[in-house]
T-cell receptor
Framework: IAGITQAPTSQILAAGRRMTLRCTQD?????MYWYRQDLGLGLRLIHY???????GKGEVPDGYSVSRANTDDFPLTLASAVPSQTSVYFC????????????FGEGSRLTVL | SQQGEEDPQALSIQEGENATMNCSYK?????LQWYRQNSGRGLVHLIL?????REKHSGRLRVTLDTSKKSSSLLITASRAADTASYFC??????????FGSGTRLLVRP
């Protein structure tokens, strides 16, 4: 089934460790996004990429980095995890064109101790 | 800060009743979208309304947009227990990023 795959689905991580959340889509969408969801705060945009080879900062980019080497993959890296990065992370993609709906993955639940 | 803010934060209704959720935002928008999230799952797109539209329908969903008041509403008619979920509005800003609100948790009692 076409869509967005996120991995891992859940991870417990010690503070200070490096972690990469993986996101792969097979819909050939140009744009991809990373959001974090925290209780009572809804979804906040971390980083985005409008097309392969380009990335941009969202609302809460500090402590995170992304890369977009190709159309399908958009990994999110926490270089040195801190407890405040405990959250559920969602990857999303959007077809070509600047407006339109986002398609979401099922999320990665990250706990930083 | 977030663009879209939903009201109410939580809503509990009886099956068959209508549910209305409101969203306010701060700046000019390209379009406004509503999403649904079942517990523990990813978000699913429901409906998109462009900045030059005032009302849109999709099945039991009705969305309105008032750009002068920077507000939108989502009406779910004849609600069902299966409509229980969280609902989020999201605004697409001038740089084509989609910014979400904090959501409304809807409980439809059988």
């Amino acid at each position: 089934i076409a869509g967005i795959t996120q991995a891992p689905t859940s991870q417990i991580l010690a503070a200070g460790r490096r972690m990469t959340l993986r996101c792969t889509q097979d819909m050939r969408h140009n744009a991809m996004y990373w959001y974090r969801q925290d209780l009572g705060l809804g979804l906040r945009l971390i980083h985005y990429s409008n097309t392969a080879g380009t990335t941009g900062k969202g609302e809460v980019p500090d402590g995170y980095s992304v890369s977009r080497a190709n159309t399908d993959d958009f990994p999110l890296t926490l270089a040195s995890a801190v407890p405040s990065q405990t959250s559920v992370y969602f990857c999303a993609s959007k077809p070509g064109g600047e407006t339109g709906e986002l398609f979401f993955g099922e999320g990665s639940r990250l706990t930083v101790l | 800060s977030q663009q879209g803010e939903e009201d109410p934060q939580a809503l509990s209704i009886q099956e068959g009743e209508n549910a209305t959720m409101n969203c306010s935002y701060k700046t000019s928008i390209n379009n406004l979208q509503w999403y649904r999230q079942n517990s523990g799952r990813g978000l699913v797109h429901l409906i998109l309304i462009r900045s030059n539209e005032r009302e849109k329908h999709s099945g039991r969903l009705r969305v309105t947009l008032d750009t002068s008041k920077k507000s939108s509403s989502l009406l779910i008619t004849a609600s069902r227990a299966a409509d229980t979920a969280s609902y989020f509005c999201a605004v697409m800003d001038s740089s084509y990023k989609l910014i979400f609100g904090s959501g409304t948790r809807l409980l439809v009692r059988p």
